[in-house]
């Protein structure tokens, strides 16, 4: 089973601040990465998919990047609303695993 | 509008059966792949199963496989997770997402869970 990593598991941040978040497969997943960003009491959203697409809708203060082992997601400039928690989760094979997520909160 | 509601959820004794449903509308539910993913309360999210867009193709999780059993029917727009023998860490919100993608027995091509239901809630307990 492919194991996902994130790091920070948690951090503190203001409004405006660029914030970026790290992944890490236990081994190549090539561009097979999504990111989600779940809110309290809510279903996760997809932000990103395929490593680096936007999802329709999400706002471009998002990015993702990576292949292989290593990726990341950047907001570029924190807004109130992105206050939640992130998962990765690799679609390269199955089990499709998530990682244990990050959660942003305000500082 | 794309619309997935889960249904189904409760308490269940330890040992016990519950069937999900999860009613897809404002997408052609047969051309998609569809998964389940659960949430324990207060941790992260784990999936635990796939089922391509013919019902041909299914993958578990080994945390659940013997015991739940996802089907769908094409006709009815829906999908469900048969859950039998439950367990008190199977206790978790349950939700089902579309996947545009698809897994053959090796590998995945293009997956990703978009959109997801609201969620149900399953709790085992006596």
């Known amino acids: 089973d492919i194991q996902m990593t994130q790091s920070p598991s948690s951090l503190s941040a203001s409004v405006g601040d660029r914030v970026t978040i790290t992944c890490r497969a236990s081994?190549?997943?090539?561009?097979?990465l999504n990111w989600y960003q779940q809110k309290p009491g809510k279903a996760p959203k997809l932000l990103i998919y395929?490593?680096?697409s936007l999802q329709s809708g999400v706002p471009s203060r998002f990015s993702g990047s990576g292949s292989g082992t290593d990726f990341t997601l950047a907001i570029s400039s924190l807004q109130f609303e992105d206050f939640a928690t992130y998962y990765c989760?690799?679609?390269?094979?199955?089990?499709?695993?998530f990682g244990p997520g990050t959660k942003v909160d305000i500082q | 509008e794309v619309q997935l509601v889960e249904s189904g959820g409760g308490l269940v004794q330890p040992g016990g059966s519950l069937r999900l449903s999860c009613a897809a509308s404002?997408?052609?539910?047969?051309?998609?792949?569809m998964n389940w993913v659960r949430q324990a309360p207060g941790k992260g999210l784990e999936w635990i199963s796939y089922?391509?867009?013919?019902?041909?193709?299914?993958h578990y999780a080994d945390s659940v496989k013997g015991r739940f059993t996802i089907s769908r029917d094409n006709d009815k727009n829906s999908l469900y997770l048969q859950m039998n023998s439950l367990r008190a860490e199977d206790t978790a919100v349950y939700y089902c997402?579309?996947?545009?993608?698809?897994?053959?027995?090796?590998?995945?091509?293009?997956?990703?869970?978009?959109?997801w239901g609201q969620g149900t809630l399953v709790t085992v307990s006596s």
């Open positions: 404002g997408f052609t539910f047969s051309t998609y792949s």
């Open positions: 395929s490593a680096s």
């Open positions: 081994q190549s997943i090539s561009s097979y």
């Open positions: 997402a579309r996947d545009p993608g698809y897994c053959s027995d090796i590998s995945c091509y293009g997956n990703w869970f978009d959109p």
């Open positions: 989760q690799q679609s390269y094979s199955t089990p499709l695993t």
């Open positions: 089922i391509s867009s013919s019902g041909k193709t299914i």
